[in-house]
């Protein structure tokens, strides 16, 4: 059974700091591209960033230059380090996995999904 276990949410004001974690099980994680997407109220879920086994990236323009995507293979971790943070990033925030090695920014194209955690940044 795959779970995806998110972490590190919270209350921050703008222009502070968060880093997000999602722990993984059930899977073999490096042979997994693990992705972060949020969803803001009445918005459609919306791709942030993407990491793939070997390390390769993709990120959302709206995020570049902010947030770090980073994986650990040998704690089956996946994390996201987000600076500069801005009252438009206010949204739950998901992890999810896809087999094989495509950085995809597809939501449709990841098979397993974390319950989600809120990010909320005050003005």
């Known amino acids: 059974q795959v779970q995806l276990v998110e972490s590190g949410g919270g209350l921050v004001q703008a222009g502070g700091s968060l880093r997000l974690s999602c722990a993984a099980s059930?899977?073999?994680?490096?042979?997994?591209?693990m992705g972060w997407f949020r969803q803001a109220p009445g918005k459609e879920r919306e791709f942030v960033s993407c990491?793939?086994?070997?390390?390769?990236?993709s990120y959302a323009d709206s995020v570049k230059g902010r947030f770090t995507i980073s994986r650990d293979n040998a704690k089956n971790t996946v994390f996201l380090q987000m600076n500069s943070l801005k009252p438009e990033d206010t949204a739950v925030y998901y992890c999810?996995?896809?087999?094989?090695?495509?950085?995809?920014?597809?939501?449709?194209?990841?098979?397993?999904w974390g319950q989600g955690t809120q990010v909320t940044v005050s003005s």
């Open positions: 990491i793939n086994w070997s390390a390769s990236t």
């Open positions: 059930g899977l073999t994680f490096s042979g997994y591209t």
């Open positions: 999810a996995a896809r087999s094989g090695a495509g950085t995809i920014a597809r939501w449709s194209a990841y098979r397993y």
